[in-house]
């Protein structure tokens, strides 16, 4: 698909669920393995897309900003790598945010139906680097430390 369709996805998790929801298919997958999520459900991916309709900056939910930085794709599918930042968020994935913003960069991938619906979903963000800059004591250079299994 394109940067515009691109553009008007994350736009409407701005808008309301409802306006999310309405851009997929009625027979669809969406899948968040970072959050172990996999939806299957309207009325499920609809919950799970409310808090990001959030304008109320004081509530701790945060507001949600997400921003396109590259579309690669056709109109059969395609990947949208972007930004996100949650200003006057209380907390991310539990992790106080301390008056800190939280924030992510992910890739979501997407299969269209031939009305151009979303009929699978799987998006891949970096939570290590949100929660280390959130005051987690996140060190990547551990793996490389590991004793190998083999």
């Not at 992910?106 to 009929?119: A, E, L, S, V």
Request: net charge negative.
């Amino acid at each position: 698909m394109s940067h515009t369709f691109a553009v008007k996805w994350l736009k409407a998790f701005r808008d309301s669920p409802e306006a999310v929801v309405a851009l997929y298919a009625d027979d669809f997958l969406f899948e968040d393995p970072i959050l172990g999520q996999t939806i299957t459900s309207k009325e499920e991916l609809l919950r799970v897309f409310a808090p990001y309709a959030n304008a109320d900056t004081e509530n701790g939910i945060g507001i949600n900003n997400f921003r396109i930085d590259e579309v690669v794709g056709d109109d059969k599918a395609a990947i949208y790598r972007w930004t996100w930042k949650a200003p006057t968020a209380g907390a991310f994935v539990g992790v106080p945010t301390n008056g800190k913003v939280p924030g992510a960069r992910g890739i979501t991938f997407h299969i269209y139906d031939t009305d151009g619906r979303i009929k699978r979903e799987a998006s891949f963000w970096d939570v290590s680097t949100a929660v280390h800059e959130l005051g987690l004591p996140v060190d990547p250079s551990a793996v490389a430390k590991a004793p190998a299994l083999v």
